[in-house]
């Protein structure tokens, strides 16, 4: 009896998965453990977010010119003082408060402080008629104001609704800064800064991020527990195909 193919019967008989089973396990396997990790990882990204905003809110505000010697500006607190441009308004579309549809006002702001533009986020207002114009009304008198600076985790912003000729205030659904102050022919700062609630603040309730980490660690989970199901797919499959494969007859030849 050849010794080679006996070892390889015995093989096939303790346990044998199968060509299908064993390219799904090695193409998906590695993607599901990704997916986890991944997840895992935004989830520490998160908390750490989370905790410089908190150590960032306690701390003193500081003013513009400071903010730009900042090498991390996000959630630093400022302090302004100027006045609002109110005819270069920006209507940030597909914000919710409590189910309600509505949207976010941006306004420029002169800073006098540093001689700089900064694109003010004046908070949430309601809009439940489409067909008519969101109302708002805006100062006009010289202002000191408190905000911090938003800065989004990922570079993606892209500017709709802004382009040279179009009527104010624009609807928009997304804002990229730098190209708004070319637009407009102006120095300013290149981050939203989304006031503090005061004067001039509308509903100005904005979470830090949009998905807690503990979502994130649930979605890692998830993402494991199908990697294990798939591995033990895997396993039940070489055990009963094995099984099978014993039940089958057998002729030996010398």
Not at 28 to 53: D, H, T, V, Y
Not at 115 to 139: H, I, M
Request: charged content about 20%; hydrophobic content about 40%.
């Amino acid at each position: 009896m050849n010794t080679t193919s006996s070892i390889d019967s015995v093989r096939r008989r303790t346990f044998s998965p199968g060509v299908l089973p064993t390219v799904v396990l090695l193409v998906l396997l590695p993607c599901l453990l990704a997916l986890g990790f991944w997840q895992l990882s935004r989830a520490e990204e998160k908390r750490q977010l989370l905790a410089i905003n908190e150590a960032r809110q306690q701390a003193a505000p500081v003013s513009i010119s400071e903010l730009e010697r900042e090498p991390d500006p996000s959630y630093r607190r400022v302090h302004l003082q100027g006045f609002f441009d109110a005819r270069h308004s920006l209507l940030l579309d597909n914000r919710t408060r409590d189910g309600k549809a509505g949207v976010e006002l941006l306004q420029p702001f002169y800073d006098q402080l540093s001689g700089l533009w900064v694109l003010l986020n004046r908070g949430w207002l309601p809009w439940p008629d489409r067909r008519a114009s969101p109302q708002f009304t805006t100062p006009d008198d010289l202002m000191q104001l408190q905000g911090w600076v938003y800065v989004p985790l990922e570079s993606d912003w892209q500017l709709k609704g802004t382009e040279a000729g179009g009527e104010w205030p624009r609807l928009i659904t997304a804002v990229e800064v730098q190209k708004l102050w070319q637009q407009l022919g102006r120095g300013g700062l290149n981050y939203e800064v989304r006031l503090q609630p005061g004067p001039a603040a509308l509903r100005a309730d904005w979470p830090v991020v949009a998905m807690n980490p503990d979502k994130h660690t649930g979605y890692a989970v998830q993402w494991f527990a199908m990697a294990a199901a798939l591995v033990g797919l895997f396993i039940y499959l070489g055990l009963f195909n094995a099984r099978e494969n014993r039940n089958e007859p057998s002729h030996h030849h010398a």
